[in-house]
């Protein structure tokens, strides 16, 4: 098999290839990613070791480049990461998301209908759905949530989602969607929750935590979110929805507390600061039915995964202190 992968240099794309280079040894894997702000070439440093491993740096919202890369590569499977995906800064740009988000999406799905491909998989969230109340913990997001978004950003993916789903039903175009909730692990850029605060808490700094801190997410290991996108590209059923959720729901609050603990830092760090616009209260996924069709399961534990990953970003500063310096970006200039 043939695969490109958009948005592999990101945080989720470039655990995704190291997963299928490791589980998949017999497939070739094409990166494609403009390597913007969120990119970092030097995260697929070991990957491009590989003889199985290609590199190409473009953008999914460049008609012209896309239909070149399909002509050239030929793919069986196309796997859509890339994306715009900060909410605050889709609060204060909202046009970029909707360039990358919805129109780049529109010319995937177009290079897939000219080129034929055995499945288009879209990479979504569980923003998509919006909200849920603190008070009501027996609610979840299921695959028939209706839409309805809060963000820039999360507006953007949810038109992508219709989008997909219409090139389905009108061209025949095999797609399967997967709704995640919020990944961590290794590679993570710094201006997320989990990254942003062992990174500040291991340098002494105060940690900004929104509002009262009590916004829940369901936190997703990002090797568990690689193995069920793995199992849906592969075995789910064409036209279908998936929810990927962790069973690890916890409010910001505890996330930055779990952090501390694990550092041996002292909760005097945590500042408390005006809170997002339309934060969302809480998120809570529902995955019973990619474990019913596909018997996929989260296997890492919150605290277990913190742990490693707070381990990770001590051992990997230089990856980081590149970022903050900005001397990737100098190293994606030269990719």
């Given at each position: ?13 470039a ?17 494609y ?19 199985q ?15 070149a ?30 360039q ?30 919006g909200d ?24 953007s ?10 090139y ?9 969607i ?42 997703l ?12 590209v ?36 945590i500042?408390?600061v005006t ?61």
């Amino acid at each position: 098999m043939k695969m490109i992968v958009t948005g592999g240099a990101g945080f989720i794309g470039a655990n995704f290839v190291y997963y299928e280079l490791r589980e998949h040894p017999e497939d070739q894997i094409v990166c494609y990613d403009a390597l913007t702000y969120a990119g970092n070439i030097a995260t697929l440093a070991e990957a491009r070791k590989s003889s199985q491993f290609t590199f190409v740096r473009g953008d999914i919202a460049d008609r012209a480049a896309v239909d070149a890369l399909f002509a050239r590569e030929k793919p069986d499977v196309v796997v859509n990461f890339a994306a715009e995906s900060h909410v605050d800064r889709s609060i204060e740009t909202p046009e970029i998301f909707l360039q990358t988000n919805i129109i780049g999406t529109s010319i995937l799905l177009d290079a897939c209908r000219k080129y034929g491909i055995k499945r288009y998989h879209q990479v979504s969230t569980d923003e998509v759905y919006g909200d849920l109340p603190l008070d009501r913990p027996d609610l979840l997001f299921t695959e028939e949530t209706p839409l309805h978004t809060s963000s820039p950003y999360s507006s953007s993916k949810a038109s992508a989602d219709l989008l997909v789903q219409a090139y389905a039903r009108t061209y025949g175009v095999p797609v399967t969607i997967s709704r995640c909730s919020n990944n961590y692990g290794a590679f993570q850029f710094p201006e997320k929750l989990i990254p942003l605060m062992v990174i500040r808490a291991m340098k002494g700094e105060q940690l900004p935590v929104y509002g009262d801190g009590k916004n829940v997410r369901d936190w997703l290991h990002v090797d568990d979110h690689c193995s069920a996108i793995d199992a849906i590209v592969r075995r789910g059923a064409e036209g279908s929805v998936y929810n990927v959720g962790g069973h690890n729901e916890r409010s910001n609050i505890d996330v930055v507390r779990t952090i501390l603990r694990v550092l041996g830092r002292g909760e005097e760090q945590i500042s408390y600061v005006t809170d997002r616009k339309g934060h969302d209260r809480r998120y809570a996924i529902d995955p019973t039915k990619i474990g019913r069709e596909l018997g996929w399961q989260p296997q890492t534990k919150f605290d277990d995964g913190i742990e490693a990953v707070v381990a990770w970003y001590r051992d990997h500063t230089s990856w980081w202190e590149d970022i903050l310096s900005g001397v990737y970006e100098k190293r994606n200039a030269e990719a």
